[in-house]
């Protein structure tokens, strides 16, 4: 956001993310920055009425001003307009910040918006910029801990091995919670997970509740009602839409749920590759697999933090799915940019079980990732997938320390296999830039 604010030619911003992901507390924060913060929550009538359609937009800016107590001087001012679907006038306005008033910083969010854009709302093309708001990850969970040598730890390339075991552990401890921020808020303060669970159930009964709110009937609350509900013991699955979840849902009310869930950001549908070379297509006939907003709702709704917590490898919980839903979930994170999707590989031959986890574009390269949290582990899948691009690079997540081997596929083809630690997941690029300059640098 500092840098959006430091453009020349900014546009106002569009903060894009589920419920209670901390899009408002961020903006608040933010504020800080500016000699003047304006503050709109469109859910109040009072502060909504500014934006009447008989107003012109310098009649409707001056309201502003006047209304929140401010006068238009030349200052760095962030005007920040909450809850922005309850007026369609307000999100047809900020073209004009963008045309007539530059020096402005404006901001906006809203409860649902996602859900809301394609079909109530429609917001200026061209004259808005969109920013994903996602969970906390794991460098954000160890800035709440207040583990400030850790962070900086992480940040030296590549990391000294004598920070693996502590790291771990940490990373271990947010597997377990998660990163929604009022969990995290809880959790730093009193370090007791059995406390959370009010605030695991009450984000849960928010997300179940709003259904009625952008479900266009009764059949379509009741079919995200019981998405929402079964997605947690589904994660990191494929799945099929077909019954999803034992119902006897068809394929269309599931696929159409899932869809307004995906515009909620509540779930996230990872779709197939079969195809190696740039540009990437996904395809949409095959199975998808499925990742939720977040992994310490998935632990708690399905009761596995207890496991996670006596079990001493992630792979060993929930058939692995948890591992392979965390490292999802950070390279979420990392992501700036909305129309940037997770994808896995599959091979393109019919009852084929060859599969890699996740991949990922890097300097033109397709980039294999292979979850395996054990140190030991077949990489049957991942060899296929070497034999066929034309590059020499693989990446493993897993529990052990950081390191780079050369290997071989199972026809003879030499390969550099890095192997991340979990806690690294956030800095890939920056390993696999190094593994490309000079792959045994790692090892030093």
Not at 125 to 146: D, H, I, K, M
Request: proline share 4%.
């Amino acid at each position: 956001m500092k840098q959006w604010s430091e453009r020349t030619k900014r546009k106002p911003l569009v903060l894009r993310g589920a419920r209670q992901v901390g899009k408002t507390t961020v903006i608040k924060m933010f504020s800080g920055e500016f000699d003047q913060y304006i503050d709109l929550n469109l859910e109040n009538p009072e502060e909504r009425n500014i934006f009447r359609e008989d107003a012109s937009f310098k009649d409707i800016l001056s309201a502003i001003f006047f209304t929140k107590g401010f006068e238009k001087q030349d200052r760095k001012t962030l005007i920040f307009i909450d809850e922005i679907q309850n007026s369609p006038r307000a999100v047809n306005l900020l073209r004009y910040f963008y045309e007539e008033t530059p020096e402005l910083n404006v901001i906006a969010a809203g409860s649902l918006l996602e859900t809301l854009i394609s079909r109530q709302i429609s917001f200026p093309v061209g004259r808005v910029e969109y920013l994903p708001v996602y969970p906390c990850s794991f460098p954000e969970f160890l800035t709440a801990l207040g583990e400030k040598l850790s962070l900086d730890i992480l940040t030296q390339i590549p990391v000294p091995g004598y920070a693996h075991d502590k790291l771990t552990k940490l990373f271990r401890e947010y597997t377990i919670i998660g990163g929604m921020p009022e969990v995290l808020e809880s959790y730093t303060k009193n370090r007791d997970v059995v406390a959370l669970s009010r605030i695991y159930e009450s984000l849960i009964l928010t997300y179940l509740d709003d259904v009625e709110k952008y479900a266009r009937n009764d059949t379509m609350v009741k079919v995200i009602r019981h998405i929402i509900k079964s997605s947690f013991f589904h994660v990191a699955s494929r799945i099929k839409f077909a019954g999803f979840g034992n119902s006897t849902y068809k394929s269309r009310e599931v696929s159409e749920a899932f869809e307004v869930l995906q515009k909620a950001m509540l779930v996230k549908l990872i779709h197939p590759v079969t195809n190696l070379k740039l540009p990437i297509k996904e395809n949409f006939r095959k199975s998808p697999k499925l990742q939720l907003l977040d992994t310490g709702l998935v632990n708690y709704f399905s009761g596995m933090q207890k496991d996670l917590f006596v079990s001493s490898q992630l792979d060993e919980v929930y058939e692995g799915r948890i591992a392979e839903h965390i490292v999802g979930q950070e390279l979420r994170a990392i992501s700036k940019s909305l129309l940037e999707s997770l994808s896995f590989w599959t091979r393109e031959e019919k009852h084929a079980d060859a599969e890699v986890d996740f991949i990922r574009k890097y300097d033109g390269l397709v980039i294999p990732i292979e979850v395996k949290s054990k140190t030991s582990g077949r990489l049957r899948s991942l060899h296929q997938f070497m034999d066929k691009v034309d590059h020499q690079f693989a990446v493993r997540v897993y529990s052990g320390k950081l390191k780079v081997e050369k290997t071989r596929t199972l026809s003879g083809k030499s390969y550099y296999l890095l192997n991340l630690p979990f806690y690294l997941v956030h800095q890939i690029d920056a390993y696999l830039k190094l593994m490309i300059q000079d792959p045994m640098k790692i090892n030093n």
